[in-house]
């Protein structure tokens, strides 16, 4: 006898409403989801309502009343706190969906997605690309690590924010997916900040050589959106570069670089004016 299909996910809640989270609550809620969210921050539940979506007071009345759990929060700590058997999720319901769209460690991934299985939840990883503005527009990729039926009953979640959804393979391979892309594109704004920053010092109008290195071989994302990248992650995600490559036994001598060079910029916006070195 051939099995049902599982319903399709109707209600979601999402912990943690900050830059990346907030957005994704309008979106979910203009896509027809009942939205629950829960951040420590209880000055946001204004917002968060003004969004159509329902302010919970606690993670564990959210993740009673959600099929799927997407989790916006900041480290590992926090997460596998989150996800402890006495956390705020830990008597999440047998068939519930973990999403955790968090930037981290790839081994909390795969430590928390067993011991989760265990209790019939399903924990994936689902980070997603192209930052704030992408949020805002509900145009960010999202990479997906987990067994591809789970994926396949996320996607539908996934895709009121996201545009573009890859499955990576198993959970704790969009860590993986979000790390390369993390080493690539703040190797990127580094060498762009410091291209633009000779020319002017060479007394070219930086912003025309901007435009034309668009069109070359010199093209990449961060000079297409320059004036809304900040370094705000940009330690921590090396960080995570570094210990990946140390755990892995091989030597990474540019993101090295280039975490010291990020916690040297940091206070930088990046805006179209600053082009100092």
């Excluded at 992408?134 to 039926?149: I, N, P, R």
């Amino acid at each position: 006898m051939k099995a049902m299909a599982k319903p399709a996910v109707s209600n979601v809640g999402l912990i943690g409403a900050g830059r990346m989270g907030m957005p994704m609550v309008g979106h979910l809620a203009r896509k027809g989801f009942n939205v629950r969210v829960f951040d420590l921050d209880a000055a946001k539940r204004a917002e968060v309502e003004k969004r159509k979506a329902t302010w919970q007071g606690d993670a564990r009345s959210l993740a009673a009343a959600s099929e799927v759990v997407l989790v916006c929060v900041g480290y590992d700590r926090e997460l596998r706190e989150l996800l402890a058997p006495g956390g705020g999720l830990g008597a999440v319901a047998k068939g519930t969906i973990v999403a955790v769209l968090s930037t981290v460690d790839p081994k909390t991934i795969v430590d928390l997605a067993a011991e989760a299985a265990g209790r019939g939840v399903h924990v994936v990883d689902s980070t997603v690309c192209r930052g704030g503005r992408a949020a805002d527009e509900g145009t960010l990729l999202a990479f997906v690590g987990g067994d591809a039926y789970v994926v396949e009953r996320l996607k539908p979640v996934l895709g009121a924010f996201a545009t573009d959804i890859v499955h990576t393979g198993p959970a704790g391979t969009a860590q993986v997916a979000k790390a390369a892309n993390n080493l690539v594109m703040w190797s990127c704004l580094i060498a762009s900040h410091e291209a633009l920053a000779l020319a002017k010092r060479y007394g070219m109008d930086p912003e025309k050589l901007r435009g034309a290195l668009t069109m070359s071989s010199a093209d990449n994302y961060v000079l297409r959106t320059w004036g809304t990248n900040t370094m705000a992650w940009a330690e921590d995600d090396m960080d995570i570069v570094q210990r990946m490559a140390a755990e892995r036994g091989i030597a990474l001598p540019q993101a090295g670089l280039n975490r010291e060079l990020c916690r040297l910029l940091k206070p930088k916006r990046f805006k179209l004016d600053e082009y100092g070195v």
